[in-house]
């Protein structure tokens, strides 16, 4: 069974501003939708098809995806996290509200946005090298600094994981715990073995080594940054949960041939051809001679006027921002 949804998104400006600009100098956008596929599953009004799983694998790094949907548990929160927006818009077609000029020019404006972004990737995608070997090794002769790795760090640590499954209190709770076993002497790598939820403490026992502090969540490189060599920290929390670590050393890494740095050379070199293209396609479109409608500013200023406690307001966020408040 196939299913096909369509509709057409058309705002003129003329319905929000008709007394700024003739009729000779309006504009109309109008985007005509449709996508039909094979029906996933049905609830109520809302259709879910298999192009929509398409569209939602796309999030997901193309090595993870045939993991993700492997498992049963997955698919059934994918469903939801789709169904739910087209159950919510089906009442939003029924209420009339895709007729009101200003959803019908937000939805617009997510369309183009989309749209931009879609350009800015397949033109890229375009222009993309195959090998950056010769770009990385230049990179390595001419700037040694660029490629060499960031500061680096070897550590233990427990994580005790909070979020839906569990709550932050009783996250902390549990780390708790296990940092009085180890105040009252319990071995670290012990602890992590026994208690940690990070995913790799099978294979390393809550141990790292040259790890790149720039690539640690925030917190977590704060205290690595923050202890000695040897020194354990207290609780603390990051944006996976709670964690104890304890730092075993703090150094560079020293750099002996372009060997060493190939991978992250290649990536810097990709990077830097990427932002140059894309620079130069911004700087193309932006350096085009704008011209403002007449009367437009003036319009734009008569729908939003500030008032006197909007003038008081935003001289009060100015000297906040500046520093002088």
Known sequence: MRFSSFFVIGFLFSVALPHVLAEEEQHSTSLSIESTSEVFAVRGAATVT????????????????SEYFADPSRIAQALDRLMLPRQLAQRAFQQGWIEEPIVQ????????????????DRGWQSVRLDDYSQQARE???????????????????????????????DAMRAMLA???????????????????????????????????????????????????????????????GWHVVQLHDRYRPEIDSFEDVRERALEIAESRHRTSWREGVLRELNTMDTEIAPGAVAALLDRYPASEVDVSELSRDVLRRMGLD
């Open 139 to 169: 990179l390595y002769l001419s700037r040694p600094d660029l490629v060499r790795p960031g500061r680096s760090v070897d550590f233990t640590h427990v994580l005790i994981r909070s979020g839906a499954e569990r709550g932050d209190l």
């Open 178 to 240: 296990i940092y009085d076993e180890l105040q009252e002497g319990a071995d670290l790598s012990d602890l992590a073995e026994k208690y940690s939820e990070d995913p790799s403490v099978g294979d390393n026992r809550g141990r790292f080594e040259g790890v790149e502090i720039s690539t640690l969540d925030e917190r977590f490189a704060q205290m690595v940054r923050f202890l000695q060599p040897g020194q354990i920290s207290e609780p603390f929390r990051s944006s996976f």
């Open 50 to 65: 298999q192009v929509d799983f398409d569209v939602f694998a796309q999030r997901l790094p193309a090595h993870h995806r």
């Open 105 to 120: 020019a937000h939805l617009v404006q997510l369309a183009m946005v989309f749209l931009a972004d879609e350009y800015l």
